[in-house]
């Protein structure tokens, strides 16, 4: 589904319409911060208020003022390559699993090579990673994984045990000293996205069936070469991945490391055919892209959540019975005109894994009460003794009064491992009422219970409630786990909604297409459905249709139509 068509040359210049004062178009954008949606409508009223949509500026300020996106950049440190340890020969991107003697909390966070190194001197080790484990003992070479191309990753074995117990030859020499890389190389014919990727659409490894090239490829320029001599390779990623497929931008994920190197390579003819929209200066994505990424409130499992690789976890079609919720239908494949391929419906499956854990977040959260929501499958062979679900507190920033000109104040992060209605989230922004960064709301969910559900089809599963005060702006974690030792399957995900709440009245919307006189929103989006109240739900709380619910903005706007409109 698209925008209607753009209105008249009559009526965009109707008596009154016509540039508003300045004052009244920060104002009335001001009211947008957390609904791109209608002010996407907005653009579609008349030329002028395109401009105003169309404006750059006006998505850097309202992302500065609902994600702060100035902490999410300065977290991401440059790849320092690795230089020389005198006894020490590093082998790049490698690792050997197990034989370990100290682990990275041994380190209590300082994980320089040089201080590795002598902490493995102290304790008789022959191998250390740059992750912090320290081992006392190698696997062969042929059991080695390669795991990263980020420079200065990898493995230092103690020279004296590289013939000794490898039986193999020293690697190169490093240097002495090298200079940070802030980003990957550029490869001619190929377009840099920097720190995203395009999940799903990976093509399995001919020899071995891998979801990525890491085990025939040493280096980022020889993937590339494969890449490049493979003509159904649309793109690859510096995790080692190449894509036959690639989703609509809005759905790309942001790498949310703390390393500032990596990113996405789509291929120079692709990038047309595809209509994607070319990176800014450094190969970021567009604001107005990074608007709609950030502020999602409907995550797929197999496009948007955290999860184990394609052994333990794997992306499959939907093949569950007919649905008993309505927000199981959800989610269905769709094309954006603002880039991409139509996207298959896919879930996530569970077949095997004893450290079950899928993370997730939603950022730049405004004030109401909200719940989450897992839309699970649970099948004959299900035998989970329970599942937890935790809300954390990851972030919390004051949205003030002048919200576009404007400042944003971060949270001071307190350590809290307490649970309880004292420390949901929702006291304050400042002063006694401030919830500590890390303060979690959990529900337990007994595997009982869901056995119970086995083979009934797709069911919404309660992940937790919580609140934003008004003048707040949260970001939270969002986490299914269990990590006993017992050995888990029979589960599948589909996806993970954020609901607010019916009659949380701190974000009132605005009707700014009645107040500037526009189409009405019925006019401008139709077939949007209205999900039921969630039968599985014991609080029976209600939803509300607007712009903080499980909306997909994806599946009725389309971006290109109102950034193509010829001004």
């Known amino acids: 589904m698209v925008l209607s068509e753009p ?20 104002n009335l954008c001001a009211q947008f911060i957390f609904d791109g949606d209608s002010l996407l409508r907005l653009g579609q009223v ?24 100035t902490a999410i950049s300065s977290a991401q440190v440059p790849a320092q390559p690795a230089t020389a340890i005198p006894g020490w020969c590093f082998f790049a991107g490698l690792d050997s699993r197990g034989e370990n003697c100290a682990t990275p909390e041994d380190a209590n966070g300082n994980l320089r090579p040089i201080d590795l190194a002598a902490r493995a001197d102290q304790l ?18 042929s059991y080695w994984k390669r795991h990263s191309y980020v420079p200065g990753v990898g493995l230092y074995v103690r020279e004296s045990a590289v013939a000794r117990v490898l039986g193999a030859p020293l690697p190169a020499p490093l240097p002495e000293k090298a200079d940070p890389q802030v980003r990957p190389p550029d490869f001619p014919g190929w377009v840099f996205y920097h720190l995203v990727d395009s999940p799903g659409g990976d093509i399995r490894h001919p020899a071995n069936g891998d979801n990525d090239f890491t085990s025939t490829c040493s280096t980022l320029e020889e993937l590339a070469e494969v890449a490049a001599r493979l003509p159904s390779c649309l793109a690859f ?27 996405l390579y789509v291929r120079e003819d692709a990038v047309g055919a595809n209509k994607l929209r070319r990176p800014t200066g450094g190969g970021s994505l567009e604001p107005c892209l990074r608007y709609f990424q950030l502020g999602k409130t409907r995550l797929q499992a197999a496009r948007d959540v955290d999860w184990l690789n394609d052994t333990y976890l794997m992306r ?48 730049g959260v405004g004030p109401g009460r909200y719940h989450c929501v897992w839309v699970l499958w649970s099948t004959g062979r299900y035998n989970v003794a329970e599942l937890n679900f935790s809300i954390v507190l990851r972030a919390a920033r004051r949205l003030c009064t002048g919200v576009l000109a404007a400042s944003v104040k971060v949270v001071p992060e307190v350590k809290s491992v307490s649970d309880g209605e004292a420390n949901v989230p929702g006291g304050g922004i400042s002063g ?22 086995a083979s009934l089809g797709w069911f919404e599963q309660p992940a937790g409630f919580f609140r934003v005060p008004p003048g707040a702006v949260y970001d939270v974690e969002v986490r299914l786990w269990n990590h006993d030792s017992t050995w888990k399957s029979g589960l599948y995900f589909k996806e993970l909604l954020l609901e607010r709440m019916e009659g949380a009245q701190e974000q009132e919307p605005l009707a700014a297409a009645a107040a500037v006189q526009g189409p009405s929103q019925d006019a401008l989006v139709a077939g949007v459905e209205e999900e039921d109240q969630d039968e599985g739900n014991e609080d029976e709380h209600g939803k509300e249709g607007s712009e903080e ?19």
């Open 124 to 141: 008789g080790a022959i191998a250390f990673n740059t992750q912090g484990w320290i081992k006392d003992g190698l696997s062969g070479t």
């Open 46 to 69: 008349n030329k002028f208020w395109h401009g105003v949509v169309s404006d750059v500026a006006l998505w850097e300020r309202l992302n500065a003022a609902r994600f702060d996106l």
């Open 432 to 453: 006694e009422g401030t919830p500590a960064l890390g303060t979690v709301l959990g529900m337990v969910v007994k595997g009982k219970k869901l056995r119970g559900r």
């Open 549 to 567: 619910g499980s909306f997909d903005w994806s599946s009725s706007i389309s971006l290109s139509s109102i950034l193509s409109y010829p001004p």
């Open 237 to 263: 990623n510096t995790s080692g991945s190449l894509k036959h497929r690639l989703q609509p931008q809005v759905h790309w994920r942001q790498d949310s490391g703390t390393c500032s190197w990596g990113g």
């Open 7 to 26: 209105v008249s040359d009559e009526r965009a210049f109707a008596p009154g319409l016509a540039d508003p004062a300045p004052v009244v178009v920060e």
């Open 316 to 363: 499959v079609p939907d093949s569950a019975p007919a649905p008993v919720a309505a927000a199981a239908t959800a989610g269905a494949a769709v094309t954006d005109p603002a880039g991409g391929a139509p996207e298959p419906l896919e879930v996530v499956k569970l077949h095997e894994v004893r450290w079950l854990d899928l993370p997730s977040r939603f950022n």
